[in-house]
């Protein structure tokens, strides 16, 4: 991977942080991190955007109807995919100024693009947010945020160094009946909350198909990237990706992704993780996907609050001594109902479910995931589902998946990000990349 | 009967039962393993999930049968021997289960030893990742001259935690001119993070290819020693905009590396004052 322009400059605040941190004591700076463009209000904000098929699609139709966003550029290794991408956005703004590329080393490289959002299948999620942070954008990256533990550390440090702007797709962050049910949780309106259980799909099978050359117009190396190289099966592109270890964590990592989130938000845990990881897999009966059919696991945390999975419903239940509330994307539910009628506050913001008492969404932190994201890119402030919070609620999800992966019980550090006493579960917190890909 | 021919006659007796036991029971576990291969392949799933199961708890003596039965057209048969040896590998990489760890691992090195399929000697390399100690650093060593299996052999060498794996990256190093297989073995010998790995790397520095230039750089950060920090220094005061970027970056990660040990904060100290002092200016 290629170097940092020399027009990006490590963060004044990173540089403090790091001081204080290495001898303790303070030290008198007086620089600023003077790279950092002032985005007016009225600037558009420039957007290239890597990856353009299924999720990126739907990003892109967001973006395009944000009136404070610009999309430059979109990148895709499918032709048809990129094609598709730069006419939507040409035919969006009646021109044919959208840049489109092969390579996301190259949007990087085209003017104009203040940040980037990826849609890309998971593993190269992070590759493409470091270079992009250190390339000086900011970024909106689509869940599961990482492939390993150790991706989300070598995340964090970047975004922090050089002061980017990051928000990980994990959008419930930004909807009001998650952002209640949370709220009750958090507040101790269902008293002791004991347990969080994540109701999630399961993985399905992927039948056998055999292996063949890559159709024309799609660059499978490049597809593959910081992954072991395998020839091209169409169970893996396009859409199939999930179903393969070297790819993705499968239905766990994938709306896991979401609902951990919200367990994590709700629990109060957003600045740690379990310390016990437990649970029995079943691979899928035949065809060739690798990752789990269905499972059963139970994440244990310190202060007793356990995270359950659960098939086949969707959403989070939130359990506590005086009562529960399942909210699901389009639902909510609580026993005793009442607990609907209350007004609770969280992240310094009240909200209400009682259509009584009606609210203006709009003045709340993140009313909307994207348009959240485009206004801290504006203020320098932290979006809802910043670098550390996406980080530690795919953590909750890759404890979850090693633990059925390895066939016991896992204990975890969360302080160290380390499992204690087992060397085999500790090769799996990180992969080396295929070259010339590294972290 | 007097009592040595009582003592004989009870040691016979027991050396018979023995002999007996033995007969029973190692043939029948032959042949339980190849009764259970078939039903691998079944396409009734209840039978598979059963021979899985048995299989799985015979442990890691029947590895090796199952890596010959993994036929990539027999496709229901590869996926199912597959999973097995997948579990029985990580069932013996638990805390504890060192006798079936060496066995295991002995079992994946045969198997990369032989002549198998590509991809299940691909399969047998990445297990071995999990588990593979300083007794398989010698035979990934001379998979790292196989072109075909010697980027998965990278791979499974960095995983294993033994000076022996650093100085066979090292010596692949020092052996070849091809760039993209340069970058590679840098890039592991970052991921090693092992001073032992330093001096090629430094050599690196100056190699004429540009990827190869700034894979060095990167890997002489997470290296993170005195000797690496100085040589990024220098770097870092060329001229080359791109080599002194990845070197302030290098450096950074050198400086939080280092500022992780109590006697090495000084030096993360004076790399952070003089990358202050060069951002102020």
């Known amino acids: ?439 | 009967m007097t009592d040595g021919e009582d003592k004989a006659m009870k040691r016979h007796a027991a050396i018979s039962v023995f002999l007996i036991l033995s007969f029973f029971a190692l043939p029948s576990r032959g042949v339980d393993v190849e009764s259970l291969i078939e039903p691998l392949g079944s396409s009734d799933e209840s039978s598979r999930r059963a021979a899985y199961q048995a299989l799985v708890e015979q442990g890691p003596e029947v590895l090796e049968r199952l890596f010959q039965a993994m036929d990539p057209e027999q496709k229901t048969l590869n996926l199912w021997a597959r999973n097995t040896a997948e579990r029985i590998v990580h069932n013996a990489g638990s805390p504890g289960a060192e006798p079936q760890r060496v066995q295991a691992e002995s079992a994946l090195l045969s198997v990369i030893q032989s002549t198998y399929p590509r991809q299940t000697k691909e399969f047998a390399l990445r297990l071995l990742a999990r588990i593979g100690t300083e007794r398989s650093v010698p035979i990934l060593a001379e998979v790292l001259n196989d072109k075909i299996h010697r980027e998965t052999a990278r791979c499974t060498l960095v995983m294993i935690p033994s000076r022996k794996a650093t100085a066979s990256l090292v010596k692949a190093l020092k052996g070849t001119e091809d760039p993209n297989w340069k970058v590679a073995l840098i890039n592991a010998l970052g991921e090693r993070g092992d001073a032992a790995g330093r001096s090629p790397v430094l050599k690196a520095l100056q190699d004429e290819n540009r990827e190869v230039r700034l894979a060095a750089i990167s890997a002489l950060g997470r290296i993170a020693d005195g000797k690496s920090v100085s040589a990024l220094w220098k770097v870092w005061e060329k001229d080359d905009s791109s080599e002194k970027a990845a070197a302030t970056d290098a450096l950074l990660n050198a400086a939080e590396e280092m500022s992780r040990s109590p006697k090495k904060e000084k030096e993360a100290r004076k790399i952070y004052d003089r990358l202050q002092i060069a951002e102020r200016s």
């Open chain 1, 1 to 439: 991977m290629g170097g940092i322009p020399m027009s990006v400059r490590i963060t004044r605040r990173w540089f403090m942080k790091q001081a204080f941190r290495s001898a303790g004591l303070g030290i008198c700076i007086t620089g600023s991190s003077a790279w950092a463009r002032g985005i007016s209000p009225n600037d558009k904000i420039g957007i290239g955007i890597v990856g353009v098929g299924g999720m990126g699609t739907q990003h892109l139709r967001v973006l395009l109807r944000n009136p404070g966003a610009h999309i430059h550029a979109v990148c895709d290794v499918d032709q048809a995919r990129r094609d598709e991408g730069k006419a939507r956005v040409d035919d969006a703004y009646r021109n044919a100024d959208c840049f489109s590329c092969n390579d996301f080393r190259d949007l990087l490289e085209q003017p104009g693009i203040d940040a980037i959002l990826i849609g890309t299948p998971d593993h190269w999620h992070i590759p493409i947010s470091i270079a992009a942070c250190k390339a000086g954008k900011d970024v909106y990256s689509e869940k599961p945020l990482t492939h390993t533990i150790n991706e989300g550390k070598a995340l964090i440090r970047v975004v922090q160094r050089y002061g980017r702007v990051f928000q990980t797709g994990t959008q419930q962050r930004s909807s009001r009946e998650f952002r209640f049910a949370c709220g009750l949780a958090r507040q101790g309106k269902l008293g002791k909350v004991h347990t969080a259980e994540l109701h999630l799909p399961t993985g399905g099978s992927t039948g056998w198909v055999p292996d063949t050359d890559p159709p024309p117009g799609l660059d499978w190396d490049l597809w593959l990237g910081p992954a072991p190289w395998a020839p091209f099966n169409q169970a893996r592109h396009p859409g199939g990706f999930r179903s393969f270890w070297d790819y993705s964590g499968g239905a766990l990592t994938d709306w896991g992704a979401h609902h951990a989130d919200t367990a994590q938000w709700g629990l109060g845990t957003d600045d740690t993780g379990p310390i016990y990881a437990e649970g029995i897999g079943v691979l899928p009966a035949d065809g060739i996907a690798e990752t789990f059919d269905t499972f059963n696991v139970t994440l244990t945390y310190a202060n007793g609050a356990k995270i359950v999975t659960k098939h086949p419903e969707h959403g989070v239940r939130f359990i506590g001594s005086a009562g529960w509330v399942h909210v699901w994307r389009g639902g909510i539910e609580a026993e005793p109902a009442d607990l609907l009628r209350e007004t609770v506050e969280i992240d310094n913001e009240q909200i209400t479910m009682d259509p009584t008492k009606q609210q203006d969404w709009r003045v709340w932190a993140s009313p909307a995931h994207h348009q959240n994201w485009l206004q801290c890119i504006r203020t320098r402030k932290r979006p809802v589902c910043h670098e550390e919070i996406g980080h530690r609620s795919i953590t909750v999800c890759h404890l979850a998946n090693l633990c059925m992966r390895l066939g016991r019980k896992l204990q975890w550090d969360p302080v160290k990000e380390e499992f204690v006493g087992d060397d085999e579960a500790n090769r799996y917190l990180f992969r080396p990349y295929r070259p010339p890909w590294r972290l």
